[in-house]
């Protein structure tokens, strides 16, 4: 992908911010965008828990996961009050746009038009200057994505790499294994 500014996000509504964010203030921070339907299976299986993972996971570094409701059918089911309860219900903290309507009744969105979106759930990582480098249609491969992340992060902030939290992850004693299986040694108990 030749490097090229990544296009302006054309929104009608944001949720989940007390603001309405841009690239312009993101500037500095590495930008995974999540362009999603609330209505979309592998949305809602697959492309929101994996952004969901990518915000908890880089909680503190130059990393900000941002949504983008990008309807392109089913519009009538698919209204702000609807995206409130969508997210309230799946617990989705991260900031949420709303894409603007195809202009000329185009039924394709603004933002998914500019960025030639093929459909949902869509991936696109932005660098800390505001450049597109990758878009990924449909769902990324949870490792290269992190790998693809933390080569942005450590470009954008060459030095130490960062700490990423190791939320739910514990290291435990040794376990005595044979063929039948594996026991957990007795001072395995978490903490």
């Not at 505001?130 to 994505?145: A, E, M, P, S, T």
Request: aromatic content about 6%; proline content about 9%.
């Amino acid at each position: 992908m030749t490097l090229r500014p990544a296009p302006a996000w054309r929104t009608t509504a944001w949720l989940n911010t007390p603001q309405p964010l841009s690239l312009e203030r993101l500037r500095g921070k590495v930008i995974l965008l999540h362009a999603f339907q609330m209505l979309c299976p592998g949305c809602v299986a697959r492309g929101i828990p994996q952004a969901q993972r990518v915000a908890e996971v880089f909680a503190g570094a130059p990393l900000v996961v941002v949504g983008l409701h990008t309807v392109f059918e089913h519009h009538e089911a698919m209204k702000l009050e609807s995206l409130r309860a969508f997210l309230h219900e799946y617990r989705v903290k991260f900031p949420v746009g709303v894409d603007a309507p195809g202009e000329a009744g185009d039924p394709i969105p603004q933002t998914m038009s500019a960025y030639a979106m093929r459909g949902t759930p869509t991936t696109v990582l932005i660098d800390a200057q505001g450049r597109l480098r990758r878009q990924i249609f449909g769902v990324h491969d949870d490792l290269w994505l992190g790998a693809e992340l933390q080569s942005l992060l450590l470009e954008a902030h060459p030095g130490p790499a960062f700490d990423v939290r190791r939320s739910k992850t514990q290291v435990l004693p040794s376990a005595a294994c044979d063929d039948s299986g594996c026991a957990a040694p007795s001072d395995a108990a978490p903490d």
